[in-house]
Structures are given as C-alpha cells and as structure tokens.
C-alpha cells in the first residue's frame, strides 16, 4: 500500500505507461511503467535492476525528450514496484526557514 491520504483520487493505468527515471545528477536513467498516479505520487514498475543505484531523490520523466518531468523522492519499495512522492518546488526550503529566523 501507499502512504496517500485515504481520499485521494488516484488514475490507474490498465497495462501501465512507459516513463523513465533519472537520477538527480543525469548519471543513470532506467525505465519503467507508472501503473498509478495520484496529486502527490505515483506507483511505478521498474522494468530493469535498480541494486546500487540512489533511488532517495530522482526524477520522473514522462516524455522522452524530458521536458515534462516530477522531482521526487522514494516512498517504498515492494520487489520491482516502488512508490514515489511528488517533491513540491520550494518544500525543502520550507522547513528549513524557521530554524534560518530564530538567528
């Protein structure tokens, strides 16, 4: 199961849409298949070994030419499924503004 919030509204992929990922630094890219997407994340098939490669921060590309694209993180992992959770442009700098006023 995915850490989503119980009402959110999730597009499901009967046979899956081809997409990539990429690492955050363009040093490996792999693809696979999103078989669900929801506002906050999606639910990916991986189609080749992802051993040894830094899955915590990537990238979700869903046109072959990279222009339509999510920030994300990695949710879980479940064998060749992984969720990821959509990074919000500006959401780490977020949380790191209070501790940068107390000063």
Not at 12 to 30: H, K, N, Q, S, Y
Not at 59 to 69: C, I, R, V
């Amino acid at each position: 199961m995915t850490p989503e919030k119980p009402n959110a509204s999730r597009v499901a992929f009967e046979r899956g849409f081809p997409v990539w990922l990429m690492a955050i630094d363009g040093t490996w890219r792999r693809s696979c298949r999103i078989m669900d997407v929801s506002e906050t994340g999606a639910r990916l098939i991986v189609e080749s070994s992802i051993e040894g490669i830094n899955l915590k921060e990537f990238f979700l590309l869903l046109s072959s030419t990279g222009l339509a694209f999510r920030r994300c993180e990695l949710a879980w992992v479940n064998g060749e499924e992984i969720g990821a959770t959509f990074l919000r442009q500006g959401a780490k700098k977020k949380a790191a503004r209070p501790a940068d006023t107390e000063s």
